[in-house]
Nanobody, 130 residues
Framework: QVQLVESGGGLVQAGGSLRLSCAAS????????MGWFRQAPGKEREFVAT??????????YYTDSVKGRFTISRDNAKNMVYLQMNSLKPEDTAVYYC?????????????????????WGQGTQVTVSS
């Protein structure tokens, strides 16, 4: 069982920055792919970024709309995952969710769809004003 708690959301002007944090409880944090998703009102939950840790290597993927602006990172020693968001735009406004997906027995995953993840946080609101 993994519990995830996000923090760091808030209101920011366009062009500003925010850093989201996700604290994970439970064992074997490094055996989970960690991802960030977001959901705007009236829209489906969408992939933002993921950072699986496989074979002592980090693999990082972003959705195209955030490449060059967002950076995902993780600290396996602290059971933390982060999302640094720079050059924020009004269209980045959404509830941001941290997610964990077990790597055990899974191969060839894209880690970019919600159904690949087993645990979710409660979400943190990010609002970008124009």
């Amino acid at each position: 069982q993994v519990q995830l708690v996000e923090s760091g959301g808030g209101l920011v002007q366009a062009g500003g920055s925010l850093r989201l944090s996700c604290a994970a409880s439970g064992r074997s944090f490094s055996s989970y792919a960690m991802g960030w998703f977001r959901q705007a009102p009236g829209k489906e939950r969408e992939f933002v970024a993921t950072i699986p840790y496989i074979g002592n290597s980090y693999y990082i993927y972003y959705t195209d709309s955030v490449k060059g602006r967002f950076t995902i990172s993780r600290d396996n020693a602290k059971n933390m995952v982060y999302l640094q968001m720079n050059s924020l735009k009004p269209e980045d406004t959404a509830v941001y969710y941290c997610a964990a997906g077990s790597l055990a027995g899974r191969y060839g995953q894209s880690w970019s769809t919600p159904d690949e993840y087993d645990y979710w946080g409660q979400g943190t609101q990010v609002t970008v004003s124009s």
